[in-house]
C-alpha cells in the first residue's frame, strides 16, 4: 500500500502545484501509515526525481523514455499504470492541471477506482480518504468517500502549501515502458512552448484581471492591467468577454469555461462579476474589484471596492505600488 503522486513536469521543470500535492501526500501517508511514492515520467527527469526526494518521496519511480519527452495520455497513462503496479498504489493524486485531470480520469476509468476531480481537501476519516470539493462558484462544499480498492484524485493548485525542502532520505528506482512509439497514436508534430517567463495562471500567487470594462480603448486597458501584472509579478487574466473580443487570448481567460485559480490575491478591474467568472476565482483569498459602478456584482464578493474608473485607478494603483516596492 502506498500514496502514488504524479510529478508533472515540462521540459525538466517540475510544477509546484506538483510539489504541493506531494507534501499533502506525505501527511495523509502519515496518517494511513504508508509511504509515499513520487512518479517522474518523461525523458531525462534524474534531477526532477532527485528533487522529488527531497520534497519528501520516499521512493521516486521514473519511466524515462523518447517516447514520453511530451505529455501523451496513452504512453503516459502506460507509466502510470506500471508505477501504480509496482508501488502497489491504493491511492493516486495527481494536481487538477489539464494533463493531471485527464491522466488522473483516464487511468481511474481503466483501473475502475473511485476518482474525485479538482479537489480541494483530502483527510483520512475513520482510516479511509475523503476529499473536499466545492462547487457552484465555491457556493457548495461537499464531501467526496471513495468506493474501491484504488482511490484517485486531482488535487487543485493552490489547494495545500508548499512542502519544505529538506534531505533526501529515499531511493529512485527505474521503471521501463512497455510501448515504443508505434504503438502510440497521438503525434506531436510541433511542439512551442508560449511566453517564457510569463507567470502562469493557475500557480499565481497574485492575478491581475481585465473584462470589458476596458472596451474604451482595450489595448491601453490590457495594458494597464500588464503593467501592475508586471510589478506584483502576477499573471494576468480575463474575464470571458474580454477573450470573446478579442482582447486577450483564450489561455487568460478565469472562470467556469476557462481556469479555476485560488491566488492569494485576486485584482479584477472593469469585470461585473458574473457567476461564470466567480466560479473560476470566487476562492481567491483577498479579491480588490475595481468597478465604476457601484452596484457591480463583483462588489458582493470582493473584500476591497475601488469604484473608480479603471483607466485611473489602475496607473494609480501601479504608481503607488511602484513607490512602495521601490
Ligand atoms: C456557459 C457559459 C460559460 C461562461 N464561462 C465564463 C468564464 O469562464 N469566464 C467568464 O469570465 N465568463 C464566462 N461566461 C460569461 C459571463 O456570463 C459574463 O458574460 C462575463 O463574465 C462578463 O465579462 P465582463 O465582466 O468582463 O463583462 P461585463 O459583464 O460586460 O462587465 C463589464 C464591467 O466593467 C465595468 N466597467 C465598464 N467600463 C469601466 C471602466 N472604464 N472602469 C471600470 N469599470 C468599468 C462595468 O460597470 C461592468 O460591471 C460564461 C457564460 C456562459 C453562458
Known amino acids: 500500500m502506498s500514496i502514488l503522486v504524479w510529478i508533472e513536469q515540462i521540459e525538466g521543470k517540475a510544477l509546484s502545484s506538483s510539489w504541493e500535492v506531494l507534501g499533502k501526500a506525505k501527511e495523509l501517508a502519515a496518517d494511513l501509515g504508508t509511504s509515499t511514492v513520487a512518479l517522474v515520467i518523461g525523458e531525462g527527469v534524474d534531477a526532477v526525481a532527485q528533487e522529488a526526494l527531497r520534497y519528501g518521496a520516499d521512493t521516486v519511480y521514473t519511466v524515462a523514455s523518447p517516447v514520453l519527452k511530451q505529455y501523451r495520455l496513452q504512453p503516459y497513462a502506460a507509466a502510470l499504470g506500471s508505477a501504480i503496479d509496482a508501488a502497489g498504489a491504493s491511492v493516486v493524486l495527481t494536481a487538477a492541471t489539464t494533463h493531471g485531470r485527464t491522466l488522473a480520469a483516464f487511468v481511474a476509468c481503466q483501473r475502475g477506482a473511485g476518482i474525485a476531480s479538482g479537489v480541494s481537501d483530502l483527510r483520512v476519516e475513520g482510516g479511509a480518504l475523503a476529499a473536499e470539493r466545492s462547487a457552484f462558484s465555491g457556493n457548495i462544499i461537499h ?32 521503471l521501463s515502458l512497455s510501448l515504443v512509439e508505434g504503438d502510440v497514436r497521438e503525434k506531436i508534430t510541433d511542439f512551442r512552448v508560449a511566453n517564457l517567463g510569463e507567470v502562469s495562471l493557475t500557480d499565481a500567487r497574485i492575478i491581475v484581471s481585465g473584462g470589458r470594462g476596458v472596451a474604451a480603448d482595450p489595448a491601453k486597458g490590457f495594458q494597464l492591467v500588464a503593467d501592475l501584472a508586471d510589478l506584483l509579478s502576477a499573471a494576468v487574466g480575463a474575464s470571458r468577454a474580454a477573450v470573446d473580443a478579442g482582447y486577450v487570448p483564450y489561455k487568460h481567460q478565469v472562470g467556469q469555461t476557462g481556469k479555476s485559480v485560488k491566488p492569494d490575491l ?11 467568472h466567480l466560479a473560476g476565482m470566487g476562492e481567491s ?32 494603483l501601479s504608481e503607488e505600488f511602484k513607490k512602495r516596492l521601490g
Open 266 to 276: 485576486y485584482i479584477a478591474a472593469g469585470i461585473s462579476g458574473a457567476i461564470q
Open 143 to 174: 464531501d467526496v468517500h471513495f468506493s474501491g480498492d484504488l482511490k484517485v484524485a486531482s488535487v487543485r493548485p493552490r489547494a495545500f502549501s508548499m512542502p519544505e525542502v529538506g534531505e533526501a532520505a529515499g531511493e529512485v528506482k527505474a
Open 285 to 316: 483569498k483577498v479579491i480588490v474589484a475595481i468597478n465604476k459602478d457601484p452596484d457591480a456584482p463583483i462588489f458582493e464578493r470582493a473584500h476591497y471596492a475601488i469604484v473608480d474608473d479603471l483607466f485611473t485607478a489602475l496607473p494609480a
